[in-house]
């Protein structure tokens, strides 16, 4: 769930390619987009650098982080975030759990942007029979609620960590297609593709040289939204049981082995609720400045 | 009106078809052998193959998928592969449950919601507003399992005003209504904000000021009622969004709702609740859109149909 109703208003279509330079530069003027991409930043370097910076091995059960009773220890000295019911180091293992979010984030984001884009800019530019089939066949799979349908591609094929990242593609390609297909749609009647076409360019010239480089932005606010959308199912998923299995850890699956002693060790629930929080807010904030500064025409919060 | 009737409901049938089709291609076509998977591993060949005629898996696919079909249509969603009663029967029994959590759900996003944006609206950048866009954010951006967690260990753990879970009593009903109406509340008060400052700016409500009407009247008698009824048409896009919060909030709280149901079939890998669960989700959703789009022209005349 993003934050733009993706059918409010006219598609608006940016008339110039966007300069990666200048975007950079205004959105270091927009405090909330800092924040998020520093938060961004953190996590990524966390998981690049996950085997120097992990204090302690995270899948060694300490006998010292325990208590006398078997009881996982709150946040201390030697265990920053404490340890969980086995004794292992919290810390360490949310650095590698960002690992695990951030290769779903990226791959099964990725792969939803690929076939979104393909099916949403051949339906919006081909039209005609191929594109009404796709079409209907987005607003079919836009009727099945997101988690379930993920539960049930889950459940058929007993995930590892790429099928998790599959399967969230299979459900996340949807939006991203119904948005491209209004704007490929509507600048496909323009007059400068119109012109393209009567001078005899070929189809595939004409999406690759002047349908797609307009529509560059679009793709890059979906595909940061996306991101934010994609870490919150894979944690959804985990914590159901049936995202990434353990022993690998993810932040989702940390909290599911430890969620019914959320009373005694709130830690254990909390911090690694912060950190999917705080990662999908930041690709949130980041996606929707993007949207403001590369579409000025779609306005976002500040309607 | 009536052709638009025809033409919209015609939509939903067919788009009703293609999610039986794409439930048959999930419960019978992917998995690798579903007979293995209801008979279990220590079946004998024969046991095997008469599940498999039982099912119907011997005959042509067209054929299979027309049994299905019918069965559906007769009300019948398949067997439980652990449990030995009908999917229909499981969930039928449930629902009542799910449809109380949504309701108390629907009245805790309107409150907070229409409350948030009427405010951010009327005080533009004060700090119901800047509250409003920090709210927004997180209720989109934080996992529901999380939010779910965190009020049953300040509520009730901490504070003891609610259960920790379970179902019978009004104070069971608001945590969990609270957590998967919080979504749906950042977004009315988005919403709520844009259409009641688009309606500030009408005529009308200069014309109401400048006959003298005190703020509070011109607010409530003119503006909010204008700008409400386009928002509440929604509500039946809303299910849409609490179907896949009832899986999460059910599980966590101990909600005796389809989405319990669901959570327990997926730690059995009981495919065919699963999918049932799934199927009369997405009628619930096709039909919820169906709804708001016809009601919202009867709310408000403005909308034209198209």
């Not at chain 1, 300069?19 to 961004?40: C, D, E, N």
């Not at chain 1, 969980?84 to 990725?110: C, E, F, Y």
């Not at chain 2, 039986?20 to 999930?26: D, G, K, N, W, Y």
């Not at chain 2, 259409?195 to 008698?221: C, H, N, P, W």
């Given at each position: 769930?993003?934050?733009i ?6 598609p608006?279509?940016?008339t110039?390619?966007i ?11 927009r ?6 991409m520093?938060?961004?930043a953190?996590v990524?370097l ?10 302690h091995d995270?899948?060694e ?5 325990l208590?006398l009773?078997g009881a ?6 030697q ?6 019911l086995l ?8 650095i ?8 779903i ?11 979104g ?5 051949t339906?919006g530019?081909f ?5 009404a089939?796709?079409m ?6 836009m009727s099945?609620?997101?988690l379930l349908?993920?539960?049930?591609l ?7 960590l ?8 299979m459900?996340?390609?949807v ?18 593709i119109?012109?393209?076409r009567?001078?005899?360019?070929g ?7 002047h349908i797609l480089p307009?529509?560059?932005s679009t793709i890059?606010v979906?595909?940061t939204?996306?991101?934010s959308t ?6 959804t998923?985990?914590f ?6 353990p ?7 940390i909290?599911?082995?430890n ?8 830690w ?5 609720g ?6 999908s807010?930041?690709f ?14 779609q306005q976002?919060?500040a309607? | ?7 919209r409901?015609?939509?939903a ?7 039986s089709?794409?439930?048959f291609v999930?419960?019978?076509?992917l ?11 220590s079946?004998?060949a ?13 005959l042509?696919?067209?054929?299979q998928?027309?049994r299905?079909?019918?069965n559906l249509l ?5 067997r ?6 009908e999917?229909?029967?499981?969930i039928?029994?449930?629902?009542p ?26 005080r ?14 997180i ?10 967690i965190?009020l049953l260990?300040v509520?009730a ?5 609610f259960?920790i ?8 009903l608001?945590l969990?209504s ?16 844009s259409t ?12 109401a ?17 204008n700008a ?10 809303d ?12 599980s966590?709280f ?6 319990q ?21 997405a009628?619930a959703?096709?039909?919820?859109n169906l ?16």
């Amino acid at each position: 769930m993003s934050i733009i109703v993706p059918e409010l208003g006219e598609p608006s279509v940016p008339t110039r390619p966007i300069r990666a330079q200048s975007v950079f530069g205004r959105l270091l003027h927009r405090p909330m987009a800092v924040v998020g991409m520093i938060i961004i930043a953190v996590v990524v370097l966390a998981a690049v650098f996950a085997p120097v910076l992990t204090p302690h091995d995270p899948n060694e059960q300490y006998f010292e982080g325990l208590t006398l009773e078997g009881a996982p220890l709150g946040p201390n000295g030697q265990f920053w975030f404490g340890t969980d019911l086995l004794g292992r180091d919290l810390l360490s293992r949310l650095i590698v759990g960002a690992q695990t979010s951030l290769i779903i984030g990226v791959v099964a984001n990725g792969l939803a942007v690929i076939i979104g884009s393909l099916v949403g800019i051949t339906a919006g530019y081909f039209r005609g029979i191929v594109g009404a089939v796709l079409m209907r066949f987005t607003d079919l799979m836009m009727s099945f609620p997101a988690l379930l349908l993920a539960i049930v591609l889950a459940a058929i094929f007993r995930p590892s960590l790429w099928i998790v990242a599959l399967v969230i593609a299979m459900v996340n390609w949807v939006q991203i297609a119904r948005v491209l297909y209004t704007e490929t749609r509507s600048l496909s009647e323009r007059e400068f593709i119109e012109a393209e076409r009567s001078l005899g360019a070929g189809s595939m010239l004409i999406l690759w040289r002047h349908i797609l480089p307009h529509l560059v932005s679009t793709i890059i606010v979906w595909a940061t939204l996306g991101i934010s959308t994609t870490v919150l199912l894979e944690a959804t998923l985990s914590f159901l049981g049936i995202g990434v299995r353990p022993p690998t850890p993810s932040w989702g699956n940390i909290i599911f082995e430890n969620q019914t002693y959320f009373a005694t060790a709130p830690w254990l629930v909390f911090i690694p609720g912060a950190a999917i929080l705080l990662l999908s807010l930041a690709f949130n904030v980041l996606g929707d400045a993007l949207r403001d500064i590369l579409d000025p025409t779609q306005q976002g919060r500040a309607a | 009106m009536i052709g638009y009737l025809a033409r919209r409901l015609g939509q939903a049938a067919l788009i009703l078809l293609g999610i039986s089709v794409v439930t048959f291609v999930l419960l019978y076509l992917l998995p690798a052998d579903p007979v293995r998977q209801i008979a279990g591993r220590s079946a004998t060949a024969e046991t095997v193959e008469n599940i498999r005629r039982q099912l119907g898996l011997d005959l042509p696919l067209w054929e299979q998928y027309w049994r299905y079909l019918s069965n559906l249509l007769s009300g019948n969603l398949g067997r439980s592969y652990l449990q030995k009663s009908e999917v229909s029967e499981l969930i039928a029994a449930r629902l009542p449950a799910s449809l109380l959590l949504m309701v108390g759900a629907i009245a805790c996003e309107l409150t907070i919601g229409l409350t948030m944006g009427v405010l951010a609206a009327v005080r533009r950048g004060g700090w119901v507003d800047n509250l409003l866009m920090v709210f927004s954010f997180i209720s989109v951006s934080a996992p529901q399992f999380v939010i779910a967690i965190l009020l049953l260990y300040v509520f009730a753990v901490k504070l003891g005003w609610f259960p920790i879970g379970g179902y019978g009593t009004f104070a069971h009903l608001v945590l969990p209504s609270l957590t998967l109406g919080l979504l749906g509340a950042g977004w009315y008060a988005r919403m709520m904000r844009s259409t009641m400052l688009e309606v500030l700016r009408r005529d009308y409500i200069r014309t109401a000021q400048s006959k003298g009407l005190r703020g509070r009247i011109v607010l409530f008698r003119h503006a909010i009622p204008n700008a409400i009824l386009p928002i509440v048409a929604m509500i039946g896009i809303d299910i849409g969004m609490f179907m896949s919060g009832i899986v999460v909030v059910e599980s966590v709280f101990g909600w005796p709702g389809i989405g319990q149901l669901a959570w327990q079939a997926i730690q059995r890998v009981d495919i065919p609740i699963i999918m049932g669960v799934t199927l009369i989700s997405a009628c619930a959703i096709v039909i919820g859109n169906l709804v708001a789009d016809l009601v919202a022209p009867l709310i408000d005349p403005r909308i034209k149909l198209r």
